[in-house]
């Protein structure tokens, strides 16, 4: 059963570092399930965020400002890091473009990774709402222990 991973989500460092987590996690009970969100792991953070990455750089080039070489022309920022420009008028249609190019979903012929395998590798709550369209076996209607908010 493949899993779908959305461009936006790649973009999120809280996506990334819980992935992160997974795949050095020592937790699995078996080395199967290891292997497989080991699998699962690299199939997302190398190969479909380096497509992303590469897809990105394409679309930002259609409308930003490029250099002799047709590389992006980088200018420093007030705090000293590098910046691409858009070209001016153009920044509407680029707004548009990116939102579109960030959600797109793309297919990891990879198997899900059921939450119970999951429960000793230290996930904070926002990392599993991170993952969660990588886990299997998630019935939120269900809460053993509800959390209860005194006022």
Partial sequence: MPVSVKFDDLRDPTYRNALRKLGNCMCFESTKVAYDVGRLVKAILKDEFQTMVELEEQLVKKYAELD??????LFDTENGQKQYKILDGKEEEFAAAR???YSTVVTVEKNPI???HVEEAGLSPMELVALEPLLTDVDLRIVENPVTLEK
């Fill in 68 to 73: 002799d070489k047709g590389n992006l022309a």
């Fill in 99 to 101: 939102k579109e190019f």
């Fill in 114 to 116: 059921a939450l119970r």
